[in-house]
């Protein structure tokens, strides 16, 4: 590989930048083949992997992160397997390159096409979930797309060594050199500069919190495809089953409390607010939940922390949630209009008029009736991995799988026309 002046960041992209061209017309066979040497890969070097996870989550306990961000930042097996099995999802989906989207003839004879093709170079910015390297790498690899990583410091270690893994699989599977790109140094100015590296970057996705939302906003003059916050909600209105209804409540909170998909504020209709606020903050508050509520769940359930107007616009990401008595859909639709990220909502209920008008009225990406919002996910959706999750509503909404990271060209065909 020849010497490349400038900074990494630099070097990295336009390294992508060139296996760009090369993997647009890779072969679906490869693709996948790769895709399966990578899976392989990672199980087969689970233990180095392992080993260098250790050293990020011990460092992070030194540097005394929370418990939830030291959950996102945890490979277990578990979670090796699970990136593996993504990979090979991946792999058995259909390719999208190359799909003919429509085709039509002109009264003059022209052919035209509108054929599905790859973004080119995707540049990810994400925070401490080692897992995303792989997730991402897998995704754009058989959308055609060459990726430049830039993973969170707390990561460095995991991120490196799962990097490494899936270049050398790949490359051992013919996968064009340069394909997978990380950012190694930790310098915050290489987020910034990865930001501005439109000469060779095609798309940004940030992966992240409010601050680094921020700062690509501010920054970034590659193209954006925001991964939003996620202020979830969960309404059980007046019908719903309540057993059902605490059981979906307890998953969307206490499952895994540090992802974007995990409720937030649970909103309970009125009438049934004194039977089910009970007892599922009991069992919240026995899982380790701290309960923070308006006043009339706090008259009934007492060892509720008073809500400030600033709890209803918080992503905790952490074993707390909101709770708000409403007198009805109408005012549930309403908070969630005023609070929400347009991310996750869910609804659980008995009423087919009540469920579809939630489905039509709530504005997010994802709209639930009688399941827990946990199910936003690329892996749960059966895209393998998604390379985010976007609450915004220009080119992709919701778990961005595949299709979501390609855009398309138009193809003519003729046989000698002029335009008179």
């Known amino acids: 590989m020849a010497i490349l002046a400038g900074s990494e960041v630099e070097q990295k992209a336009r390294l992508a930048h060139e296996a760009s061209r090369k993997l647009a017309s890779t072969s679906t066979g490869v693709k996948n083949a790769a895709l399966v040497e990578m899976a392989d890969a990672l199980l087969s070097e689970s233990k180095s992997l392992s080993v260098a996870n250790k050293?990020?989550?011990?460092?992070?306990?030194?540097?005394?992160?929370?418990?939830?961000?030291?959950?996102?930042?945890?490979l277990d097996d578990k979670r090796i397997e699970g990136m593996a099995e993504g990979l090979r999802i991946i792999a058995a989906l259909p390719d999208p390159i190359g799909e003919v989207i429509s085709g039509w003839q002109?009264?003059?004879?022209?052919?035209?096409r509108k054929v599905r093709v790859p973004l080119g170079v995707i540049g990810i910015i994400y925070e401490s979930r080692p897992n995303v390297t792989a997730d991402a790498a897998g995704l754009c690899l058989?959308?055609?797309?060459?990726?430049?990583?830039?993973?969170?410091?707390?990561?460095?270690?995991?991120?490196?060594?799962?990097?490494?893994?899936?270049?050398?699989?790949?490359?051992?599977?013919?996968?064009?050199?340069?394909?997978?790109?990380?950012?190694?140094?930790?310098?915050?100015?290489?987020a910034n500069e990865l930001m501005r590296m439109d000469k060779y970057v095609d798309a940004l996705v940030p992966r992240g919190g409010v601050s680094l939302a921020r700062a690509v906003a501010e920054n970034a003059t590659v193209p954006v495809i925001f991964d939003g916050g996620g202020l979830c909600h969960t309404f059980v209105e007046r019908t719903a089953d309540l057993k059902m209804a605490e059981e979906i409540a307890f998953n969307a909170k206490a499952q895994r409390c540090s992802v974007c998909n995990a409720m937030e504020t649970l909103l309970v209709d009125e009438p049934v607010a004194a039977r089910f606020i009970p007892a599922?903050?009991?069992?919240?508050?026995?899982?380790?939940?701290?309960?923070?509520?308006?006043?009339?769940?706090?008259?009934?359930?007492?060892?509720?922390v008073p809500a400030t107007d600033e709890d209803w616009d918080t992503e905790y990401l952490a074993m707390i949630l909101s709770i708000r008595v409403v007198s009805g859909i109408d005012e549930a639709i309403e908070h969630i209009t005023e609070h929400g990220t347009r991310h996750s909502e869910a609804i659980v209920t008995a009423d087919y008029n009540a469920a579809k008008m939630f489905q039509e009225e709530v504005d997010a990406a994802c709209v639930y009736v009688n399941a827990s919002t946990r199910f936003t996910d690329g892996y749960e959706f059966g895209f393998g991995a998604e390379i985010g999750i976007s609450n915004q509503k220009l080119h992709a909404r919701g778990p961005m799988g595949l299709h979501e990271i390609t855009t398309y060209k138009y193809v003519i065909d003729g046989n000698g026309q002029i335009r008179s």
Request: hydrophobic letters at 40%; aromatic letters at 0%; charged letters at 25%.
């Open 280 to 304: 599922i903050c009991d069992r919240l508050v026995a899982a380790g939940v701290e309960i923070r509520g308006c006043e009339k769940t706090m008259a009934i359930y007492p060892n509720t």
């Open 142 to 190: 058989k959308a055609g797309n060459a990726c430049v990583l830039r993973g969170g410091t707390d990561a460095i270690n995991s991120n490196k060594a799962i990097a490494d893994v899936l270049m050398q699989a790949a490359a051992n599977a013919g996968v064009p050199e340069g394909a997978i790109q990380l950012i190694e140094t930790t310098d915050r100015t290489a």
């Open 106 to 112: 002109r009264p003059n004879g022209l052919k035209i």
């Open 55 to 74: 050293i990020d989550v011990a460092k992070a306990r030194e540097k005394g992160i929370s418990d939830s961000m030291i959950d996102r930042l945890t």
